[in-house]
């Protein structure tokens, strides 16, 4: 991704590199983004510190650009459209160590940014501002956020233990080894949250400071879509999280299945089972343990395909399961498997079809039903089984180009 930077002369001859840079995302901002540009330069002065101020440009029609570099802003131009795309481009060109960001729309007070700062030089690498431990003034976060952000905060300390109090803050401080050590990819909204999920993996310092949101002073319509954006946070986060979102709904799904069919197995070929006496349970019960079955063993392959993936690009870090089954779970093991199983089911439904013939075509029982179902699902995972293998094989390649450890 490339940025094109706009500059005044002064900035342009400033040859040392300041030590906080003050980054803001933009896109048609005219009516605020000098108050904030103003704030931000005021910060670095209460601070004593050398610093600039970077408006990342996403491509405004209006005046912003024009405005920002009046008061004394380096300007950067992302073509690429979306908030975390306009930060990134931000942060690439920040020459500081410490990074600070805030919104365009002077909703965060940029005069609180020493707060973030001091934290930062105490020795953390990530600072949040909290908004849900600081002030939310009336008027300026709509009822929307007020519910949206607790369930994102609450669901993204479940599932990675950030153990933060406001996940979707905009106003952040961060060392730029930390944001090298964290290589964001995100392009939009969920930004935010891929910021502490990678914080969190690479075992970086948090800490919260209480911050004031204020009502915002933009002149046009919102940028934050509430149902578009808290989906791709929530993608986002399943995404990272492949145990949740594909591992536990697959094995539930799977050990039912099985024990449907298991149970049908004990039961005696001519007769259903009676579960407590009233409960007629006969071949049907194991059709549905076949579904079952299948579609919870896709899923656990869909896992195994996304923790690979995640961790083949730096999303998640190999654990020792992946690590086992890169070390045993070779592409010619797994075909092994998956042939054998299908001539398991071979077998079982070639002997149920063999009895059927002898006994010249009659009606079968529901014994010799429930074994064709057996079998037929050992052939259908077996086939599953054989293309997946392939797959894996793919992957798994990948996997040691990036020098993962214990790759096959």
């Given at each position: 991704m490339t940025?094109?930077?706009?500059?005044?002369?002064?900035?342009?001859?400033?040859?040392?590199?300041p030590e906080v840079s003050i980054v803001i995302p933009c896109l048609n901002e005219e009516n605020s983004i000098g108050i904030v540009v103003e704030k931000a330069k005021r910060a670095i002065e209460m601070m004593g510190v050398s610093g600039e101020v970077i408006v990342a440009d996403n491509g405004s029609t209006d005046r912003s650009v024009e405005i920002a570099l009046s008061k004394g802003a380096r300007v950067v131009h992302v073509a690429q459209k979306g908030y975390g795309n306009a930060l990134r481009g931000g942060i690439e060109a920040a020459r500081g160590r410490i990074i600070v960001i805030g919104d365009a729309d002077d909703s965060y007070d940029f005069l609180e940014a020493p707060k973030l700062v001091e934290k930062i030089r105490e020795g953390y690498d990530l600072v949040v501002g909290s908004r849900f431990k600081g002030r939310i003034l009336p008027g300026a976060m709509p009822w929307t956020s007020k519910i949206g952000n607790p369930i994102m905060t609450f669901t993204l300390n479940l599932l990675f233990k950030v153990n933060t109090s406001d996940s979707q803050s905009g106003m952040r401080a961060f060392t730029k080894e930390a944001y090298r050590k964290m290589q964001l990819q995100a392009t939009g909204m969920e930004f935010a949250s891929e910021m502490l999920i990678k914080a969190g993996k690479a075992k970086l310092r948090i800490a919260e400071v209480p911050i004031t949101l204020h009502p915002d002073k933009r002149g046009r319509p919102p940028h934050l879509r509430p149902i578009r954006d808290g989906w791709r946070h929530l993608k986002l986060m399943l995404t990272y999280s492949p145990t949740v979102l594909f591992l536990i709904p697959g094995l539930t799904l799977m050990l039912i299945g099985l024990a449907l069919m298991g149970s049908q197995l004990l039961a005696p070929m001519d007769k259903p089972i009676w579960l407590f006496g009233r409960l007629k349970m006969d071949f049907h019960w194991a059709i549905l343990g076949s579904l079952l079955t299948l579609t919870g063993y896709q899923v656990i392959t869909a896992h195994f395909m996304a923790k690979i993936y995640s961790v083949t690009h730096r999303f998640q870090e190999q654990d020792r399961w992946l690590e086992i089954g890169f070390r045993y779970l070779?592409?010619?093991?797994?075909?092994?498997?998956?042939?054998?199983?299908?001539?398991?089911?071979?077998?079982?439904?070639?002997?149920?079809?063999?009895?059927?013939?002898?006994?010249?075509?009659?009606?079968?029982?529901?014994?010799h039903t429930r074994l064709v179902i057996f079998g037929s699902t050992l052939i259908a995972?077996?086939?599953?089984?054989?293309?997946?293998?392939?797959?894996?094989?793919?992957?798994?390649?990948?996997?040691?180009n990036n020098k993962l450890a214990g790759a096959p």
């Open positions: 940025y094109e930077l706009q500059t005044t002369t002064e900035q342009t001859a400033e040859a040392k590199a070779n592409a010619e093991r797994v075909l092994a498997l998956s042939l054998l199983a299908i001539a398991i089911g071979l077998w079982m439904d070639g002997w149920v079809l063999w009895d059927w013939l002898k006994r010249g075509y009659g009606e079968l029982v529901s014994g995972l077996g086939i599953q089984t054989f293309f997946n293998a392939f797959v894996f094989s793919i992957l798994c390649e990948s996997a040691k």
